[in-house]
């Protein structure tokens, strides 16, 4: 049997005072597929005068991928593109060569709780121009007390919509009851989950939203408990083997592609136009690591 792997989620803030629980990448797991990044946040109830205000900033090189389970969320970038994204439906932003982006709480004192991932986009597509899609409807079906709905890839007969570049699995899992479930799994595909809501309990682990459980190519069953009320994400795809960097909002193939990509992002160059009116503030990076030479 494939080995497991439990892995703390790391607590970090997302801008002023809002904390979520980072799942990928943590010193012990960069990346599940092509999945980098894995952000949980909330859920929060935000005071009567505060919400979440991501200001604009730049990405490179990755997709972003936005899984609200409970409030709203409102999406501007720099293509023109303004989206308000509910549960049950998913925002996707191609970066490739280059994108802006502001997200913000379409009103004060709201209730929210999302899943925040990013794509690492293949070497060949790692150029392409910026693009945004919004999904409103995906595959959803329920068996044994489970609702599913697959956010990314396909599981069994069902195909999700949404367009991405290497093999993967994005599929949502909510326990409608208590529920016991042998899911399929595909041999050449590592796994990753994280509980979003309640403990779960798989492959013989309990584990809650504070820890991410990786499993390692070469399983093809998935055995899991769900109690009833419970929800899980499991992400699934092929290991990625491209050269990878990452640094704060930029991912690419090498260190100079990001290093330049922060200059251009610091001296307001048009490879990331404004976000709609420019009035959103700008998000800096850190100086890049002295030992990059
Ligand atoms: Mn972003």
Known sequence: MSAIQRIATRETELGAGLSIRRALPTRHRR?????????????????????????????????????????????????GNEQLIRPGQVNLMTAGHGIAHTEDSPQPGQHLHAAQLWIALPPEQRDCPPDFAHYPDLPTWTTDGARFTLLAGHYQNNHAP??????????????????????????EFEYGLLPLLGHITAAGETLGSD?????????????????????VLLLGGEPFTAPLQMWWNFVAGDRASIAEAQRQWENDDPRFGPVGDGSAPRLMPPPLPSTWG
């Open 162 to 187: 949404t367009r991405i570049h290497t093999p993967l699995l994005g599929l949502d899992i909510a326990a409608t009851t208590d529920a016991t479930l042998d899911l399929p799994l595909q041999t």
């Open 211 to 231: 820890e991410f459980l990786y499993l390692e190519p070469g399983r093809d069953r998935l055995q899991l408990k769900l109690p009833a009320g419970s929800k």
């Open 31 to 79: 990346m599940v597929g092509a999945w980098c990044f894995l952000d949980h946040i909330g859920p929060i109830d935000f005071a009567p005068d505060a919400g979440l205000h991501v200001g604009a900033h730049p990405h490179i090189g990755l997709q972003t991928f936005t899984w609200p389970v409970a409030g709203e969320i409102l999406h501007r970038d720099s293509l």
